[in-house]
């Protein structure tokens, strides 16, 4: 199983960015797929997920700010990002949860500047 994800890059405050997450190879048991981010010198946090059944958990700081979607005929799961700030600077990564597993994308970069 490989996570691509894609769609980081340089935004100034206020503005917004798409994140793509496509997953390749099947996943036995999926429990969520989700996105976190690790800004530097920071622990790595959960910014949201949606489950299988389609619930869907936002972390407070992007409460109102960032979408999760997913679309199950492409394998991919998105995160739309709007009225991003500085703190929201950070490496991206997609995370699919399964019965027994954990997959993890390889990161994307998100930098705003004020």
């Known amino acids: 199983v490989q996570l691509q994800a894609s769609g980081g890059g340089l935004v100034q405050a206020g503005g917004s960015l798409s994140l793509s997450c496509a997953r390749s190879?099947?996943?036995?048991?999926?429990?969520?797929m989700g996105w976190y981010r690790q800004a530097p010198g920071k622990q790595r946090e959960l910014v949201a997920r949606i489950t299988r059944a389609g619930t869907i958990n936002y972390a407070d700081p992007v409460k109102g700010r960032f979408t999760i979607s997913r679309d199950n005929a492409k394998n991919t799961v998105y995160l739309q990002m709007n009225n991003l700030n500085f703190e929201d600077t950070a490496v991206y990564y997609c995370?699919?949860?399964?019965?027994?597993?954990?997959?993890w994308g390889q990161g994307t970069l998100v930098t705003v500047s004020s």
């Open positions: 190879g099947s996943i036995f048991g999926m429990i969520a």
């Open positions: 995370n699919i949860v399964a019965v027994n597993a954990n997959y």
